[in-house]
């Protein structure tokens, strides 16, 4: 009897995982080697591939594009990593104090990420808009014509405009941070205020360190977003004005449509890599603080 | 309760007024963020296109529900909204289906190497998805799916894999074995098990990784961009990307099109929030 169950397990088992599994090597492990075995290839998806080692890398890096893709890449990174988390923990610790109408404010601040993102960049693009747009009639109402621009078709602001609408939208990490920063127990800001500390001495001094994890674990999501960044830029500027936009991303769409495989493909292989390299050194900044923790 | 009147604590008059005034700047900051556009491309979309750039921050002389009339037809707006719909669900369901089922073994059997492929599979969630583009783009055209909805739902379910088992493992983990025990004492099989006893108790799981699915899949756009080329397979989110050449110099039919695809979301929102921000929080936290 025991047996028998045993054995129906054991079929039950590679029953129950096949999915999964088929489907994981299908999209995760088989295009993982597809990616950087071709990034080592001259092949436009059709022909002959020839071997040609690290060639693509060294001709992307040469490329102005890619240079500019990588660097803005590093500025989404630090933007949403630093900025977004900065402003979202900011939002955070005062919506904790439960000022009047946090609840709406919280449901609120979350909407924009239920919208896709492409609604909001085509909504962003008309209010960017240099003909029509609000920015730039809500300018010249107030008597400053003078500041007006084509936001998204000057070298000067077409980066920017595009980074600040998505640094803004806060919703997401906010919502977790609070939930985080929500669970501290109240006793601890009973016993600061009772020694006399004021609010902002108990914000940093009881909530920071005590939501430090959490703020590493939003960040590390923001940092992966900042690398992975595509469909604002896609849609806004589709990596211009003269490629100052640009991202891996799009660059890696862009040589794909030309058929490059081997060149599009040094791009994928860079982002898994760069992505690697930042979880590691996230983990070990991590770690050294912790361990820096223990000592005290 | 004490935090709220610290905030108005009377230690430090000065202090506090500074700093009242600063926490409702930064809030009040976001909050017009947040709302103001949205606002603007509503009204806007109820206006004429000589309004629109005559008189940008007023109401509409006479509201133009032509627009949203003009959108639908010109947008093709219920095939899009039908094939979003046709592929989030089937994504979703099947994403469900499997990787309860994998979790149910991980998570209640044992099997040598169980420990190592569930660890594999979870650091899935580290790939940027946006690199595999070229293997995405070939294996679709090797299975044949090409500019199909399937195409876009088998990618879809896949990419989700990783994160959906990791919340359903997590949660039926944590389903007591006692329940298990007194359905196997009464006969039940291996399937049995998971059918009536794990499937069922984990709806709570189910509803948190379907959300993340669910929103994954109805808002993505840059596999629907390169996997899909007709109109026959097109998605909401890719459809609006053509608003722009389909509506050419109709800015404000093409606002009320944007709206349309919008609201679908906002509704869901209005009415299921509270449930949505606790499933992101609890699957984040855990995470």
């Known amino acids: 009897m025991i047996v028998q169950s045993r054995k129906g397990n054991r079929l039950g088992i590679i029953l129950f995982l096949l999915p999964v599994l088929t489907l994981f090597t299908l999209y995760f492990i088989y295009p993982l080697g597809f990616v950087f075995v071709t990034s080592t290839l001259d092949w436009n998806g059709i022909g002959t591939p020839q071997f040609v080692g690290l060639q693509n890398f060294l001709d992307n890096f040469q490329t102005r594009t890619f240079q500019i893709s990588v660097r803005n890449n590093f500025i989404w990174l630090f933007a949403l990593g630093f900025v977004q988390i900065g402003l979202a923990a900011l939002v955070a610790i005062l919506l904790a104090r439960k000022p009047r109408g946090w609840r709406f404010l919280r449901t609120v601040y979350f909407l924009p990420n239920v919208i896709s993102q492409v609604a909001i960049a085509m909504m962003w693009a008309a209010l960017y808009n240099a003909e029509y747009g609000a920015i730039n009639q809500f300018l010249e109402m107030i008597g400053l014509e003078n500041l007006t621009h084509n936001w998204l078709g000057e070298i000067s602001t077409a980066l920017p405009s595009i980074l600040i609408q998505q640094v803004l939208y806060i919703g997401y990490f906010m919502i977790i941070i609070l939930a985080s920063t929500m669970s501290i127990p109240e006793s601890f800001y009973e016993a600061a205020e009772i020694d006399g500390a004021n609010v902002l001495q108990q914000e940093i001094f009881i909530t920071l360190p005590m939501i430090k994890d959490i703020l590493v674990t939003t960040m590390t999501l923001a940092m992966a977003y900042g690398l992975r960044h595509f469909e604002a830029t896609f849609l806004l500027t589709n990596g211009g004005p003269a490629n100052s936009t640009s991202v891996l991303g799009i660059q890696l769409y862009k040589e794909l449509s030309a058929l490059d495989y081997g060149h599009a493909n040094a791009i994928g292989a860079t982002l898994v890599i760069l992505g690697i390299l930042m979880i590691v050194t996230i983990r070990a900044i991590g770690s050294r603080g912790a361990a820096a923790d223990r000592m005290q | ?287």
Do not use: C
């Not at chain 2, 108005?8 to 103001?36: E, R, Y």
């Not at chain 2, 603007?40 to 206006?47: G, M, N, P, R, T």
């Not at chain 2, 998570?107 to 995405?136: D, H, T």
């Not at chain 2, 899949?217 to 990307?241: D, H, M």
């Open chain 2, 1 to 287: 309760m004490a935090r709220q009147a610290t905030a108005v604590g009377s230690n430090d008059g000065i202090g506090s007024v500074a700093g009242s005034i600063f926490k409702w700047t930064v809030l009040t900051f976001f909050l017009v963020f947040t709302f103001f556009p949205l606002v603007w491309l509503v009204i806007s979309s109820f206006k004429t296109n000589i309004e629109l750039q005559t008189a940008p921050f007023a109401l509409p002389q006479v509201w133009q529900f032509g627009n949203y009339v003009n959108a639908v037809q010109v947008a093709e707006l219920p095939r899009l909204f039908l094939n979003s719909v046709i592929v989030s669900t089937s994504s979703t369901a099947l994403a469900m289906l499997i990787t309860s089922m994998a979790a149910f073994v991980f998570s209640r059997e044992k099997f040598r190497g169980q420990q190592s492929l569930l660890n594999l599979i979870i650091a899935g969630v580290l790939v940027p998805i946006i690199a595999l583009m070229a293997p995405y783009f070939r294996l679709t055209n090797v299975l044949g799916l090409y500019d199909s909805l399937w195409a876009l739902i088998l990618t879809y379910t896949a990419i989700n894999i990783p994160i959906s088992t990791f919340l359903m493992y997590g949660f039926m983990k944590s389903i007591p074995a006692e329940l298990e025990e007194a359905a196997v004492i009464d006969g039940a099989s291996f399937y049995q098990r998971f059918s009536m006893v794990i499937f069922p108790l984990s709806r709570i799981g189910l509803v948190t990784a379907g959300t993340f699915v669910f929103l994954f899949s109805w808002n993505e756009f840059i596999y629907a961009l390169l996997l899909t080329s007709s109109v026959r397979s097109r998605t909401l989110q890719l459809g609006i990307r053509f608003f722009t050449s389909q509506f050419f110099t109709d800015y404000t039919s093409m606002f009320a099109a944007i709206v349309l695809t919008i609201i679908p979301s906002v509704l869901v929102y209005v009415f299921m929030h509270e449930k949505i921000i606790k499933g992101l929080t609890s699957g984040a936290l855990k995470g």
